[in-house]
T-cell receptor, first 114, second 113 residues
Framework: NAGVTQTPKFRILKIGQSMTLQCAQD?????MYWYRQDPGMGLKLIYY???????DKGEVPNGYNVSRSTTEDFPLRLELAAPSQTSVYFCASNGRTGEDYGYTFGSGTRLTVV | DQQVKQNSPSLSVQEGRISILNCDYTNSMFDYFLWYKKYPAEGPTFLIS?????DKNEDGRFTVFLNKSAKHLSLHIVPSQPGDSAVYFCAAVTQGGSEKLVFGKGTKLTVNP
């Protein structure tokens, strides 16, 4: 099925380790986003991209990096994991079609930093 | 500073009754508003939206009302069903730019049989 695929679904990292959260979409959407959701909080924007080769910071970018070399993929990199990065991460893409504003979310990556 | 506020963390209603979820916003540049529904261990899914040029939008059991002067919107679910139990997020966006959604903290709705 078409949509947004996130891998892995779960991960436990030790403090100081690095990892990349993968996100891929097959809908040819130009706009892609990374959000994090902490318990009892809404989704906060980490980074976004309006097209291949173009990325920009969102509300909470510290400790993260992104790249967008293709339309399909938008990986999120954690270089030095910290306990404050324990969260659920959602990737989304936006094709601006129809009244749903075209946003499609992945199923999330639950990350725990210990 | 929260631009989208959902002041009720939780709401409990009986099956068949009306559920009303509220949302307030502070940024007058927002011109499109959306409601998302989220089940545990899943990503948010779109429910219903409304443009700032309208004051009401209906889709089956779901109706969204927008009061621009009060910077307030609400989601009505009639009749409520146990399957509606989920976390509901209000989101807002300013169209024509990077289309970044700004989310509220969510309201957990529980519909009791």
């Amino acid at each position: 099925n078409a949509g947004v695929t996130q891998t892995p679904k779960f991960r436990i990292l030790k403090i100081g380790q690095s990892m990349t959260l993968q996100c891929a979409q097959d809908m040819n959407h130009n706009y892609m986003y990374w959000y994090r959701q902490d318990p009892g909080m809404g989704l906060k924007l980490i980074y976004y991209s309006v097209g291949a080769g173009i990325t920009d910071k969102g509300e909470v970018p510290n400790g993260y990096n992104v790249s967008r070399s293709t339309t399909e993929d938008f990986p999120l990199r954690l270089e030095l994991a910290a306990p404050s990065q324990t969260s659920v991460y959602f990737c989304a893409s936006n094709g601006r079609t129809g009244e749903d504003y075209g946003y499609t979310f992945g199923s999330g990556t639950r990350l725990t930093v210990v | 500073d929260q631009q989208v506020k959902q002041n009720s963390p939780s709401l409990s209603v009986q099956e068949g009754r009306i559920s009303i979820l509220n949302c307030d916003y502070t940024n007058s540049m927002f011109d499109y508003f959306l409601w998302y529904k989220k089940y545990p261990a899943e990503g948010p899914t779109f429910l219903i939206s409304i443009s700032s040029i309208k004051d009401k939008n209906e889709d089956g059991r779901f109706t969204v009302f927008l009061n621009k002067s009060a910077k307030h919107l609400s989601l009505h679910i009639v009749p409520s069903q146990p399957g509606d139990s989920a976390v509901y997020f209000c989101a807002a966006v300013t169209q024509g730019g990077s289309e970044k959604l700004v989310f509220g903290k969510g309201t957990k709705l529980t519909v009791n049989p």
